[in-house]
């Protein structure tokens, strides 16, 4: 049986791959959202967001699993089939994270920005479609490629490494 190398296999890679996808989504959304409220990037905003990137990510890496991964897990089962194609439950894996961690996080960084305060609602209400629309670009595009690449180059140099030890024996 050949086993999928462009995700993780047991979890310490399921770790190293959400991280990847985590690291690289947390870095590109508090950069974004940092500058486009700010109106420009300067000295006040990269202070900014060297504060939050470590709150945030943390923040992320504990929802993702335990919230909003598990939702998606259990959704994409629901609306795919064994026989739909690894795109295909890829695609709806992304999109239902993104739902529900783009909703939460919108939140949250505001809240993390901002403290809590009486426009909060109204804020997310705004600001939620903008960035859900971008961190499903960006995840799709970009981010989860990149995570699904790094399992490939990870998966080959463990079948060299296989290779080469029952080369030995």
């Known amino acids: 049986m050949q086993l999928e190398k462009r995700l993780p296999r047991n979890g310490k890679e399921g770790f190293l791959y959400g991280s990847i996808i985590s690291t690289l989504t947390v870095l590109f959304m508090t950069v974004y959202s940092a500058v ?7 000295g006040d905003v990269a202070l900014t967001i060297l504060k939050m990137l470590p709150i945030i990510w943390i923040i ?8 909003f991964g598990r939702i998606a897990e259990a959704l ?9 194609s690894f795109n ?5 894996r992304i999109l239902f994270t993104v739902i529900g961690m783009s909703a939460a996080m919108t ?8 403290g809590f305060h009486g426009k909060l609602l109204s804020n997310w209400l705004h600001n939620w479609p903008r960035n859900f629309v971008i961190v499903l670009a960006a995840e799709s595009l970009v981010i989860q490629p990149i995570a699904r690449f790094a399992m490939v180059k990870l ?11 029952q080369q030995i024996l």
């Open 36 to 42: 486009y409220f700010a109106g420009a990037f300067d």
């Open 107 to 114: 939140l949250i960084g505001d809240i993390v920005g901002n």
């Open 155 to 165: 998966h080959d140099a463990q079948d060299r490494k296989a290779v080469l030890e």
């Open 60 to 67: 992320v890496m504990l929802i993702e699993p335990l919230i």
């Open 76 to 84: 994409t089962a629901k609306f795919t089939k064994q026989s739909d």
């Open 88 to 92: 295909a439950k890829i695609l709806f």
